[in-house]
């Protein structure tokens, strides 16, 4: 099965070459059967990458050691589970990984597309060939071949990092890979529809739901990646503006903005370049994503050694890219023409062009300062390097603007919004928001910054729900349908319209949950064995958390338990008012291939906050663990009071609703009557529920 | 409205944004270095180091001394390239899991903080190694032989 998978990797190169030179050649010459090969081409890669898959997957399972790749990521004692997690636990893997799931996507797209959209495929082929191909040399040539051997057999692998065997982290990478590659697809109907010039918006409605597809994945990865490190790094938060972390936010503020401004192609014919644009620029940052990952280009706790070929190949690519989109759209300018102007500052139009600029001018910074040291070593000759606190500052502004946005764009007429539709539509959501602001100052709040977020959350809450209650107790008085009868039939009849307000809810709890960061309480204690802390939450009352002792364990030569050398686990009682509400542990451990040292956290989690206890430290690990002695279980604790974090991962859920109801398939039923009373049409419009036009 | 008012909003837009990235790079960047280049720097300039830096280096081997009871660490950190230079580090805060100071395998770590009176008050400590998510061959030929 191995030398099959290696072999299949050489076999898929020519293919997938044929296929590009066949796609785009067919489309020229307008050879259905050119074109019908290249497409035949697609399912063939797809298998070929797929036995090379299973070859990496197999050579973990047999504990083929004499592989590299087993060698770094693997041992003879790791869990089956995540022997198959190892084709993407590493740079040569994952990149293998990636390609299997642009073959996935492609083979979906050419069969999805075999008897429609055909003006498109021969471009759409060729490109998604093309990218193949670009990964297959990738793997083939710049050192990060899966089934390289290491010239001898060593008796055992180096293991598994032990951060890395984690729930979170077998399903982090995975979806953020599919959310990268679904994106590939929008992308090659962008650039076909650029070769072949059928530039309305038919490119965009046949790429819309995987749009969404991508952006469901990004945004699930980005959550699942910082629920990994919430639970497993054990520092307390969840986001630490690590250049990979910002490298997989960056296509999911873009591919956001490239959601909400294709609306405006949709139903006004505007912005045509810039959603090429957007597109081109998106696909790119999914390169410059995998690329970042693995790469090193960047100090990162996740990247590691430099390999100078492969940043090479990958810029040269993405320097095609960008000049090959830049070209395509200069040539289709005349086009690409807007076929209307905004009319007026107070449209939705306005709202959607503002919340793309903010989004375009978050991912800036974000580039901006992750970049930096490389920027300022280029210019200046001296590294200059910014952290968490540059992000912060310039992201939390940004944020809140976007946030304000997320409620007014779905509120405000299209073209131009009357004062009349203003007050009707913004004033009670504004007292609502002004009210929490209110209620928070009276509880003692002063965060200005958190005072401005939760103010603007309520003020967006309140929006959608009036907008569902305008729409459920419309259908109520029009269809004389129950009200939850009612509210189903809205949501499902235009489930794209509704699914995204649900996403919108969801997005709403997170950045609360953020703002929740301002009243985080941490304190750190040492505690002898059956002393207790106090540890005063915001929410008023006090957690007392008692020391109870330490649960010690140490391998001895006859008796390994797992993979560890010792464990030191301090066990304690959470105490709120003289009744327990949890007993938590954290401990100290070190495993032994890889020998590293790992400290696991203790959570308590209830819908407001998480209490969080951290093993910081030891007084004399050596005496805890081998002598077992108390004297030496003096421990020192990291305790934090974490407000609203769960409410990320509960934005998460919503979010995930959200998306599944807007990507559910079959048509929609659009409706022209009875619900748009609308001043808001025009000639390219889709009409749809304007309930809250005027 | 003509698109030419957008154009206001966009230029609005896009000078608040710089504005932003530019006060908060100069208010919060700090110089990343190598030790040989703090060194030089602080000769230079004795004030250098208070501003905030970042240095990257390896721990010296066995030089990790933790506070009795209380949360302080210190530790030695030398040039990748030139072991003569080096430089204590203070830390009031949780080490990396990563954090190794073992005579086979010390960690490369990235410290940020303020260089004063000849020691580096670490605000952060980053754990970088190549090791800690592959393996070196030499280590993997070590475990075969």
Redesign the interface.
């Known amino acids: 099965m191995n030398v099959v998978g290696e072999l299949a990797l050489w076999i898929a190169l020519p293919v997938a070459i044929w296929g590009m030179v066949f796609g785009f050649l067919g489309g020229r010459e307008r050879r259905g059967d050119m074109v019908l090969s290249a497409e035949r081409s697609v399912y063939v890669v797809f298998v070929l990458i797929l036995m090379a898959a299973l070859g990496v997957i197999d050579n973990f399972l047999a504990d083929r050691?004499e592989y590299?790749y087993v060698?770094?990521?693997s041992s003879l004692d790791l869990q089956t589970y995540f022997k198959v997690a190892g084709l993407w636990a590493?740079?040569t893997g994952s990149l293998l990984f990636w390609l299997l799931l642009l073959m996935f996507f492609s083979v979906l797209c050419v069969w999805q597309n075999r008897a429609k959209n055909r003006e498109f495929m021969p471009w759409v082929v060729g490109i998604l060939q093309g990218i193949a191909t670009f990964f297959l040399v990738v793997l083939l040539f710049a050192g990060v071949n899966p089934f390289e051997k290491?010239g001898?057999?060593?008796?055992?692998?180096?293991g598994l990092?032990p951060?890395?065997q984690n729930y979170w982290m077998t399903i982090h990478p995975p979806t953020l890979y599919l959310g990268f590659t679904a994106f590939t697809i929008p992308f090659a109907f962008a650039m076909a529809a650029l070769f072949n010039g059928r530039l309305d918006t038919r490119w965009i409605d046949v790429t819309r739901k995987w749009t969404l597809l991508s952006w469901f994945f990004l945004a699930n990865g980005i959550i699942f990646g910082m629920r990994w490190a919430y639970e497993e790094l054990?520092?307390g938060g969840y986001w630490f503006w690590d250049p990979v972390e910002n490298a997989s936010l960056l296509p999911w503020l873009t591919a956001t903005a490239y959601l909400h401004s294709i609306q405006i192609q949709e139903k006004r014919g505007m912005l045509k370049v810039w959603n090429m644009g957007l597109v081109i620029l998106t696909f790119l940052l999914t390169i410059f994503a995998t690329f970042l990952t693995r790469s090193g280009l960047i100090?990162?706790?996740?990247s590691?050694?430099e390999n100078t070929k492969i940043a090479f190949i990958f810029l040269s690519f993405m320097g095609s890219v960008l000049i090959a989109g830049t070209v395509l759209i200069l040539w289709r300018l005349p086009k690409l023409q807007s076929e209307n102007?905004?009319?007026?500052?107070f449209s939705r139009e306005?709202a959607f062009?503002?919340n793309n600029?903010?989004l375009l001018?978050a991912a800036?910074?974000v580039l901006?300062?992750t970049l930096?040291?490389l920027i300022s070593e280029a210019v200046t000759g001296?590294?200059?390097?910014?952290?968490p606190?540059?992000f912060n500052?310039?992201n939390l502004?940004?944020g809140l603007v976007l946030l304000a946005l997320m409620g007014i764009g779905p509120a405000i007429a299209w073209r131009r919004a009357s004062g009349r539709n203003l007050k009707k539509n913004f004033l009670w959501p504004v007292v609502v928001g002004g009210a929490t602001v209110a209620a928070f100052l009276v509880v003692g709040a002063r965060h200005p910054m958190a005072l401005a977020t939760m103010g603007t959350s309520a003020f967006v809450m309140t929006i959608i729900v009036v907008e569902f209650w305008k729409g459920t107790s419309a259908r109520a008085r029009i269809g004389g349908e129950n009200y939850a009868t009612a509210f189903g039939q809205l949501v499902w009849r235009n489930r794209r319209r509704w699914g995204g307000y649900i996403v919108h809810v969801g997005v709403v709890l997170v950045f609360t949950a953020f703002a929740g960061k301002a009243w985080e309480v941490r304190i750190?204690q040492?505690l002898e064995p059956g002393e207790t802390a106090e540890i005063p939450s915001p929410l008023g009352h006090t957690y007392s958390v008692t020391y109870d002792g330490m649960s010690t364990y140490q391998a001895t030569p006859t008796q390994v338990q797992g993979n560890l050398a010792w464990q030191a686990q301090a066990l304690l009682s959470v105490r709120i008012d003289g009744e327990l509400v949890d007993r938590l542990t954290t401990e100290k451990r070190m495993y032994m291939a890889?020998q590293?040292?790992?400290?696991e956290v203790g959570i308590h989690s209830v819908p407001l906050e998480d209490f969080y206890v951290?093993l910081?430290?030891v007084?004399d690990l050596q005496g805890a663990v081998a002598e077992n002695d108390p004297e030496a279980q003096?421990a020192?604790f990291?305790f934090l009071v974490n407000p609203l974090v769960g409410w990320i991962w509960a934005g998460g859920f919503v979010l995930t609703l959200g998306s599944l109801i807007a990507l559910w398939p079959g048509t929609e039923v659009v409706r022209r009557s009875s619900e748009s009373q609308g001043t808001t049409r025009t000639r390219s419009a889709q009409p749809e529920p304007a309930v809250a036009a005027d | 409205?003509?698109?030419g008012?957008?154009m206001v909003?966009?230029v609005g837009?896009?000078a608040i944004?710089t504005y932003?990235?530019w006060t908060?790079?100069s208010?919060?960047?700090?110089?990343?270095?190598t030790p040989q280049e703090l060194m030089a720097k602080v000769a230079d300039d004795p004030s250098f180091g208070s501003v905030g830096v970042?240095v990257?280096g390896r721990i010296v081997p066995g030089s990790h001394e933790?506070g009795?009871?209380?949360?302080l660490h210190k530790f030695l950190v030398r040039d990748i390239e030139d072991e003569t230079v080096t430089f204590p580090v203070e830390f009031r805060d949780?080490l990396p899991?990563?954090?190794?100071d073992s005579e086979g395998m010390p960690a490369d770590v990235?410290v940020?903080g303020r260089f004063e009176n000849g020691v580096f008050q670490a605000n952060?400590v980053?754990?970088?190694c190549?090791?800690?998510?592959?393996?070196a061959?030499e280590?993997?030929?070590q475990?075969?032989g």
Do not use: C
């Not at chain 1, 001296?382 to 952290?387: A, H, K, R, Y």
């Not at chain 2, 899991?97 to 190794?100: I, P, R």
């Not at chain 2, 190549?130 to 393996?135: L, P, Q, T, V």
């Open positions: 050691f590299a060698a770094n990521y590493g740079q290491l001898f057999t060593p008796v055992d692998g180096a990092n951060q890395l054990g520092w100090d990162s706790v996740h590691f050694a102007q905004i009319e007026s500052f306005s062009l503002f600029l903010i001018a800036f910074a901006w300062g930096l040291p001296d590294q200059i390097s910014v952290g606190p540059f500052r310039v502004p940004i750190d040492t890889p590293q040292a790992a400290t951290i910081s430290d007084a003096t020192t990291t | 409205m003509k698109n008012r957008f909003g966009l837009v896009a944004v932003l990235v908060g790079v208010d919060t960047m700090v110089y990343y270095l970042k990257s933790e009795q009871g209380e949360l949780v899991d990563t954090f190794n990235v940020e952060t980053l754990t970088k190549g090791s800690r998510y592959e393996a061959p280590q993997l030929q475990a075969s």
